[in-house]
């Protein structure tokens, strides 16, 4: 088994590592740690960006990197019911063959694991059309801290019997039990047939072409990415990448994916769309992929954010949503409070915008702004952000970096039945302690 810590290099640091292949085997680790006072912290993929993950010595991490199988992948019933540890590209894969897909995707997809994004509650780029991870889970398996296990694996839509406990589970990174199994619905594939590039002078004309883009006749969005002029011109630098006619400081550049069976209509469609913004937004430009390698290219402009951290290691990042009818007037703000804290910050500003979730890089290394400043830089971008009716994790989760920011952002009587669940259900602080929540007394 491999040793790689994944993400954040303290994913290791407790130094012992078990690999249960079974949930029988799991519920034994868990039972024996229970009964010698040994917390565990248990691992998936390794891709998790807050801290999640992390263990320190006196702890054991339990690993599902064996639990990896797919059980039972129906194409009638759409659904599939695999082992945490599966990442999410076999199950792509797999789905695939049967003209199905999980309905999630994100750029980690070979890695991640279906445990893993359970327990984040992952959401990705499908999100606006398909939900997050919650709707994707159609029931689950999870060992408890008494070694006992719960097991819900429905596999039907309509179930009202009772309270639906599986999602206590679900976006609780670990803290609750350890995910081994689950049910997932999976959807028809739609072939994708084009893919456009929209650079575009600001937030409003972003909408007016989703607007469009959602009604289009002969196609469906199939997925809807923006790129803000900082993060876009960084990366087409990156990659070397250029077209003829088009900028690499647009205000805002959309990257957009349409699926369905007719791509000459599609294709026209597009042209149409691109025609009518010129009309409204004269400043509009526009790059069609005509191959699979310009589409790649493409893609590869939003999904490889390693160039980032590679140019800044470390570098303190953020993952908020807020409501589209706010994410004007939130960017705008965003931008001037931390030119106020420091003129230098330039923002690498992306993300999925149809479903409102930003993403924020700071251009700086980890360490080297002061505490104070990432105070003020956290006040900036967490502002009002629940009274806007948004969420200061959108899908990267709480872990051990943000523990504070929900403290802080979340409704108290949220906080307070957090830390009763937790206390009712692993009162012995057995599973991933300091993280999500902080347990009076034992952490």
């Known amino acids: 088994m491999g040793a790689d810590p994944g993400w954040h290099p303290d994913n290791l640091g407790c130094g012992v590592v078990v690999y249960p292949g079974t949930t029988e085997q799991v519920a ?22 807050v801290g999640g993950g992390i263990s320190k010595p006196g702890e054991i991490v339990v690993s599902l990197e064996r639990m990896n199988r797919i059980e039972r992948l129906d194409a009638d019933e759409q659904v599939a019911v695999v082992e945490a540890g599966t990442a999410l590209q076999t199950l792509q894969e797999a789905a695939a063959i049967h003209g199905l897909t999980p309905g999630i995707d994100l750029a980690a997809r070979g890695s991640a694991t279906i445990g893993g994004m359970v327990s984040t509650n992952a959401g990705g780029i499908m999100a606006f059309r398909n939900g997050v991870m919650r709707h994707r889970v159609m029931g689950l398996e999870a060992v408890l801290a008494d070694g006992s296990v719960f097991s819900d694996l429905t596999r039907v839509v309509k179930n009202s019997a009772g309270y639906d406990l599986k999602h206590l589970f679900i976006g609780a990174e670990g803290t609750l039990g350890i995910v081994t199994r689950v049910a997932v619905k999976l959807e028809p594939v739609m072939p994708e047939t084009a ?92 790059v069609l992929a005509s191959s699979l390698t310009q589409r790649d290219a493409l893609w590869r402009l939003r999904e490889d954010t390693e160039q980032i951290y590679h140019a800044y290691p470390a570098a303190p990042s953020y993952d908020v949503s807020v409501p589209l009818s706010e994410a004007e007037a939130y960017v705008a703000c965003l931008e001037e409070g931390l030119q106020a804290v420091d003129p230098d910050l330039k923002p690498f500003i992306f993300g999925h915008i149809a479903d409102g979730n930003l993403h924020i890089i700071l251009n700086r290394r980890g360490g080297d702004l002061p505490a104070s400043t990432l105070a003020a830089v956290e006040a900036v971008i967490y502002k009002d952000i629940r009274s806007l009716g948004g969420s200061f994790s959108a899908e990267h989760g709480v872990g051990s970096k943000r523990i504070h920011s929900l403290n802080e952002t979340a409704d108290p009587v949220k906080l307070h039945w957090i830390g009763q669940m937790k206390r009712l259900i692993d009162p012995d602080n057995l599973f991933n302690p300091g993280k999500l929540v902080l347990h009076p007394g034992l952490s």
């Open 195 to 286: 893919t456009a590039l929209f650079g575009l002078p600001s937030l409003a004309a972003v909408f007016a072409l989703l607007k469009q883009a959602r009604a289009l006749g002969s196609g469906e969005l199939a997925a809807c990415e923006a790129m803000w002029s900082g993060f876009f011109g960084f990366s087409a630098a990156n990659h070397g990448w250029s077209a003829p006619e088009y900028r690499t400081d647009n205000s805002v550049n959309l990257l957009l994916s349409f699926a369905g069976h007719g791509e000459a209509r599609i294709s026209d469609e597009i042209a149409s769309l691109y025609e009518a913004m010129l009309e409204r937004f004269p400043e509009t430009e526009a």
């Open 28 to 49: 034994t680790v868990v039972q024996l740690c229970r009964r010698n006072g040994v917390s565990i912290v248990a691992h998936g993929g390794k891709t998790g960006l």
